[in-house]
């Protein structure tokens, strides 16, 4: 963020984060991208589409393993999109949805690190990179062209 | 007009009238997530220091790190998870509380969760991973926009 406005109280300190400080939003948006991207290759390499299958079932999508194939891919490929920062926000928005689902599916099963609150923690990411799109350190930015 | 709603350039907007929209949202993003995660770290500290977590977690995880006395490093994981995400939340001390929650995630990953495997559902390290790379990106960034930090003029 900006360090221009607000004083260090350990100017020393200051000279270890300040060059860090304008890559901070790129790393959120990288990590949140490529935390997606082993689900995908996962679901894709391995058939670990079955659970998410299991979900648009019950969800009752009358094909949930094409919806499966769908989520899988948006993750692996979505996710990749997402830390390089192309097609920003419109991927954003997608894995936002997709998100947004998966909170709800996983809400029944309680609010734990293993049931919706990851999902919502995802939510959160997303609608952020959604907000603010590529930024500075991105392709979008980089092509000089995006939604 | 704000620095992040001065990046984005119309000219490059595929949609140049969505730049007024985007400009609004755009000051938003960095403590939306800033907030969330405080708000989803807060939980977990709150019931280890006041519904006997600290217990539980000196018993079992702080034992599988191997430090002792494992009672007080769980007060201090209780103390990092629960102050830490308050101080987080409202952008105070930003810095200090989001370096004091990397070291604490970071542990969590590699020494407590690794042998779960990545994956979330089988209570896999990903999710302390993630927590662990946002809370990293707050110590390089500081607090930002909509901080205490930020308000007060002066920071760590």
């Not at chain 2, 007024?20 to 405080?38: E, I, K, N």
Request: contains cysteine.
């Amino acid at each position: 963020m900006d360090t221009t406005t607000v004083k260090p109280i350990l100017p020393t300190l200051a000279n270890l984060y300040r060059p860090l400080a304008p890559f901070a939003y790129a790393f959120l948006r990288l990590s949140a991208g490529a935390i997606l991207i082993p689900h995908g290759v996962q679901e894709l390499l391995f058939r670990g589409s079955a659970p998410a299958g299991r979900y648009l079932l019950a969800w009752g999508l009358k094909d949930p393993l094409e919806g499966a194939w769908a989520l899988a891919l948006l993750e692996a490929i979505g996710g990749a999109m997402l830390a390089l920062g192309l097609l920003t926000r419109p991927v954003a928005l997608v894995l936002a949805a997709e998100m947004a689902w998966a909170a709800t599916v996983h809400l029944k099963f309680g609010w734990t690190w293993t049931t919706a609150e990851y999902p919502v923690l995802m939510l959160a990411l997303c609608v952020a990179v959604f907000f603010r799109g590529g930024g500075r350190y991105s392709l979008d930015h980089r092509i000089g062209r995006e939604f | 007009m704000s620095e992040e709603s001065a990046e984005i350039d119309p000219s490059h907007l595929i949609v140049p009238g969505l730049a007024g929209l985007y400009r609004r949202l755009a000051p938003l993003s960095y403590a939306l997530v800033r907030v969330s995660t405080a708000v989803l770290l807060l939980p977990g500290g709150y019931e280890k220091l006041f519904k006997g977590g600290v217990y539980r977690i000196a018993a079992n995880n702080i034992a599988k790190v191997g430090v002792e006395p494992p009672l007080a490093w769980a007060w201090a994981v209780g103390c990092t998870e629960f102050f830490g995400a308050i101080l987080l939340a409202i952008g105070l001390w930003t810095r200090p509380a989001a370096f004091a929650l990397v070291v604490l995630l970071a542990t969590i990953t590699f020494r407590v969760r690794w042998d779960a495997g990545y994956f979330w559902k089988a209570t896999g390290w990903e999710v302390t991973l993630l927590l662990a790379l946002v809370c990293l990106a707050y110590l390089f960034g500081g607090g930002g926009r909509y901080s205490l930090d930020r308000r007060i003029g002066r920071e760590f």
